[in-house]
């Protein structure tokens, strides 16, 4: 692994440097939000920025006091958008709306792509269209940086990304594909898309791990002590990205 971070409030440390990374960069940030208990880092980050231009005189006056100030051109903006998105209507079960639910109003929530499917909309159909809408707006940013926030489950599925033999999952997730469907038999919820790992592997800037609670100990323990290819346990994305932080609250130490 990269670096492994160990605290009381993983949530609100995750959540701080994700706040930092959006306040330095000058340019446009995107960041890829995880559904389920990495829900918890939302509280805690804040999209407001230094300005950096010269002719934006109220932004440069509030700098000067040493405010963060939220500034309107392109190159300040931050977009969020779910990677692990479950194609349903259903308020409990879609991650966006949950998002919605558990922080409305919040800055994340109202500046995040909307992905609920439409009415009748197969998970193929979703899948092409958020692709569709997410590359567009990639496309009008400004020098963006992009920061992928993962949560990893007790079997080591990441995302909507979940271990399967290795035919299966190159077919499933395709190498020139950004976001594709996922339908994996014997799932609660079997309907759902996904940022493929090899997008995620070659233009995310800055992988961020939550893996947190007395469940994910084992799994946290494995991926520090060994490897395994990525379609046996795609978590191993943790392992192979150039720059990882995990934040845990989980000891790993030899007792």
Not at 59 to 80: D, S, W
Not at 189 to 214: K, Q
């Amino acid at each position: 692994m990269n670096q492994l971070i160990i605290t009381d409030r993983p949530g609100k440390e995750a959540g701080e440097h994700i706040s930092n990374s959006i306040r330095e960069h000058v340019g446009d940030v995107v960041c890829i939000l995880s559904g389920g208990s990495a829900l918890d880092v939302i509280e805690y980050i804040d999209t407001s920025k230094y300005c950096f231009h010269q002719d934006c005189g109220e932004a440069r006056e509030e700098e000067i006091k040493g405010q963060k100030i939220k500034c309107q051109k392109n190159e300040c903006r931050t977009i969020f958008v779910i990677g692990d998105e479950r194609v349903s209507r259903e308020s409990t079960i879609n991650n966006f709306m949950q998002l919605q639910s558990r922080y409305p109003g919040h800055p994340v929530t109202i500046n995040t792509i909307e992905t609920i499917p439409t009415e009748s909309e197969t998970e193929k159909n979703f899948a092409e269209r958020i692709e569709k809408l997410f590359l567009e707006t990639l496309l009008e940013l400004n020098n963006p940086k992009i920061i992928c926030l993962l949560g990893v489950g007790a079997d080591g599925h990441t995302a909507g990304i979940f271990p399967m033999d290795e035919a299966s999952f190159r077919k499933l997730y395709q190498d020139d594909r950004t976001y594709v469907p996922v339908h994996v038999e014997g799932l609660t919820i079997d309907s759902r898309a996904s940022f493929t790992p090899s997008w995620i592997l070659n233009n995310v800037d800055e992988l961020i791990g939550y893996i947190v609670g007395s469940s994910k100990l084992e799994i946290l323990s494995k991926l520090n002590s060994e490897t395994k290819k990525l379609n046996e346990r795609p978590a191993e994305l943790l392992n192979l990205h150039k720059k990882v932080l995990i934040y845990t609250d989980q000891d790993i130490s030899p007792v």
